[in-house]
């Protein structure tokens, strides 16, 4: 029997098997330290989970129109315009099952075969997979440390070919928290719309910008791209809620029609549950105010970080502008040794360290980059200082 060739050539995230091994462990009775996580280590507000258990109460259980419940579309594009002062209307929305579903379901309304999508280096895990799985074709771009991994326009326009459909972009990023200044975009719009070519936006992280950097939404800055634009956000990561599956998509009428249909046929609407409560989150003030305290607590451990990690020899990161993820340089430990194993690369250096120091953490492979690890800082401090101990002890016993 033979499986589709399509779907043999889609890889399995990279980030579920470090952590698969990680829980293996943690079973085991192992203290692992788990720096592998994609998601905050805040609960839910209470008040959302609330709101859901009254929803229920109130018998919402049924489907809801396909593309998002209405209440909820208003919600959205309420607080869109009051965050980033650009008002799209409730047509020009739609609520998918995350973040990931609004880039399956976008990639999937503009690929044809042979069509090129550009992602930058290093990119989120699933961006290359999500474009193959829609048909098209990932084209990974080199970006340069000194340029803090953005993407330059002479990187852009070197990458462009008669197939280009699409660019990725990604800020603040996962997996190195880089963050684009208006002025760094514009260098890329300009090519972009010369060129004709469609912009996905990935603004997962928008309220998790640190130093009081100001996130300006893509739309909001660069308005003339409406009709070439897909912005993709969500509840996961702001408000803690990544089990709920509650993304966002917003573009212009047509986008959003084509992507509403490929859901009315696979998955239809989003639990019902978490939209309501979604909509009850989006329009109380209170949620803000959450917001901002949990983004200092992830600012305070940043710093923390940063400092634990400058003082262990070997290891090189830029400090991240935004997102909860290190991006760590492991290049300089290359080819060393530990119990007669060698470091070739992130997955080496992975697999050792959880074995000899239990500390999780994900290799840069996942994400393009093999002299590189991804840590979260999405944990307690004290969780912070004991894993970053650990992997200060595995990296001075090496040979
Ligand atoms: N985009 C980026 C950059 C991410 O890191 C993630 C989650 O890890 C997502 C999108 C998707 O998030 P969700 O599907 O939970 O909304």
New binding site residues.
């Given amino acids: 029997m033979e499986y589709s060739a399509r779907i043999a050539k889609i890889e399995e995230s990279k980030t579920i098997a470090v952590s698969t091994a990680a829980n293996k462990l943690t079973a085991a009775g192992e203290d692992v330290v788990s720096f592998g996580a994609?998601?905050p280590d805040f609960p839910t507000p209470d008040f959302i989970k609330k709101a859901a258990a009254e929803a229920m109460k109130k018998g919402y259980t049924g489907y809801t129109s396909a593309s998002g419940l209405p209440e909820l579309k208003q919600a959205v594009v309420n607080k869109f315009a009051s965050d980033y002062s650009y008002k799209y209307s409730t047509e020009e929305v739609i609520v998918c099952?995350?973040?990931?579903?609004?880039?399956f379901n976008g990639l999937s309304a503009i690929l044809a075969e042979n069509d090129e999508v550009l992602i930058p280096k290093p990119y989120?895990v699933?961006y290359p997979e999500l474009v193959k799985l829609a048909g098209g074709r990932p084209v990974l771009v080199e970006t340069e440390a000194k340029n803090k991994y953005k993407l330059k326009a002479a990187e852009l326009r070197k990458n462009i070919t008669e197939n280009t459909k699409a660019v990725i972009i990604?800020s603040p990023?996962?997996p190195d928290g880089h963050f684009y200044t208006q002025l760094e975009l514009e260098e890329l719009i300009g090519v972009l719309i010369e060129k004709d070519i469609f912009v996905i936006s990935?603004e997962?992280?928008d309220k998790l910008l640190y130093d009081d950097r100001e996130f300006k939404s893509m739309i909001e800055l660069f308005p003339q791209l409406k009709n070439r634009l897909l912005v993709?956000n969500?509840?996961?990561?702001s408000y803690s809620m990544?089990g709920w599956?509650?993304?966002f998509g917003f573009a212009n009428q047509e986008w959003i029609k084509n992507m509403a249909k490929i859901q009315s046929h696979t998955t239809s609407n989003v639990n019902t549950i978490a939209q309501y409560a979604s909509a009850k989150a989006l329009n109380n003030d209170k949620l803000d105010q959450i917001i901002k305290k949990r983004k200092d607590i992830y600012q305070q451990r940043r710093d923390l970080t940063a400092e634990l990690l400058a003082d262990i020899k070997g290891l090189k990161a830029i400090k991240p502008a935004g997102?909860f993820y290190f991006f760590i340089d492991i290049s300089g430990l290359k080819n060393r040794k530990i119990n007669g194993e060698k470091i070739k690369g992130s997955l080496s250096f992975a697999d050792l360290l959880l074995e000899e120091k239990k500390v999780a953490v994900v290799p840069g492979i996942a994400f393009g980059m093999d002299n590189f690890i991804r840590i979260s800082f999405a944990l307690g401090e004290e969780r912070i200082k004991e894993g970053i101990k650990r992997i200060g002890d595995f990296v001075a016993s090496l040979n």
């Fill in positions: 994609g998601e099952n995350g973040g990931k579903q609004v880039l989120w699933s990604n990023s996962n990935d997962i992280y993709v969500g509840m996961s990561k990544t599956r509650v993304g997102a």
